[in-house]
């Protein structure tokens, strides 16, 4: 019998899957397991469990799966031959319209032009529109994809620069060979990417100079990508507009961080991925991944281990 071994303790999730997977023996870390035997972990980054004491100490273990979508801190280095393999794509959708709501937030400026009172100051008629608007997306993986379509709605004008340039295979969105194209000439830049040795700090003091005056920048990827010191000088001096930020370093930051009250930020607490049902969907990959396993198939949202994502 096929041994799947949980690096956590959840009970509403070991039901589901003995309702999943049936004829699957079903066992739990711990910290006293100084020696397992598992075919298959199951394990979100932070487990019961740290994930290099997982790789060493499973005896047998052939495939790891990781109950969520982001895979930076992995040990990859100790992977060996395992299988490696995410929810990715559970959570797109909701991140997707965090990102659409943050740009027609910036564009409608809410809540900013609510009231509370008679207004005694008339209207200036300035707000935006996404209607022509120039969406610049760093990365086109699963969540720029569930973007593209969205903004599109919008009549916006898509450009995105991927890590090995091909052509864009979906009508409306073009993939740039150069970064500067994108940082130049969005309106609203999304960072869509996975964080890697390439990606760390892909926007440094020097690309943030480059980006257009008064562009929006919106980060649902990784706090790492992004030199937040320069976004503040960038931000101070008004060249860039705002900067929408569900994820930043350190998270949460301290009391009393500039990021808290400066103007120009919206930040929220890392939850652009809430929705509905998301660890169920999480919890859907895995099931379908693990009915592949059994029969000798592909498994989706396979790790690259070389690249790290």
Known sequence: MMRLALNFDNPGIE????????????????QDD?????????????????????????????????????????????????LISCSRGAT???????????????EKQLPESWVTAPRTDGFSGNLGTLEGRTLGLL???????EIAPRA???????????????????????FVESLDTVLGEADHLVLALPATSDSHGLLNASNLA???????LVNVARASLLDQESLKELLDSGHIAAAS??????EPPPAGHWLY?????????????????????????????????????????????????
């Open 261 to 309: 009250s400066h103007p120009r930020v919206r930040l929220s607490p890392h939850i652009s991925w809430s929705g509905p049902k998301i660890v169920e969907k999480m919890l859907a990959k895995f099931l379908g991944n693990l009915r592949a396993f059994t029969k000798g198939e592909p498994l989706e949202g396979l790790v690259d281990v070389d690249a790290g994502y």
């Open 245 to 250: 930020l569900d994820v930043v370093e350190p």
């Open 210 to 216: 480059r980006t257009k005056a008064g562009v929006h």
């Open 15 to 30: 039901q589901a899957l003995i309702e999943g997977a049936p004829g699957i023996e079903i066992v739990k870390l711990s």
């Open 92 to 106: 797109a959708v909701p991140i997707a319209e965090w990102v659409l709501a943050m740009m027609l937030s910036f």
């Open 34 to 82: 100084v020696d397992c035997c598992a075919d298959i972990v199951l394990t979100p980054m932070k487990g019961s469990l740290a994930l290099p004491e997982v790789l060493t100490r499973c005896r047998g273990l052939r495939w790891v799966h990781v109950l969520g979508t982001g895979v930076d801190s992995f040990p990859f280095e100790l992977a060996g031959d395992r």
């Open 152 to 174: 599109l709605a919008f009549d916006m004008r898509i450009v995105a620069k991927v890590r090995s340039h091909r052509p864009s295979p979906v009508t409306g969105v073009e």
């Open 139 to 145: 990365g086109f993986g699963t969540i720029a994809r």
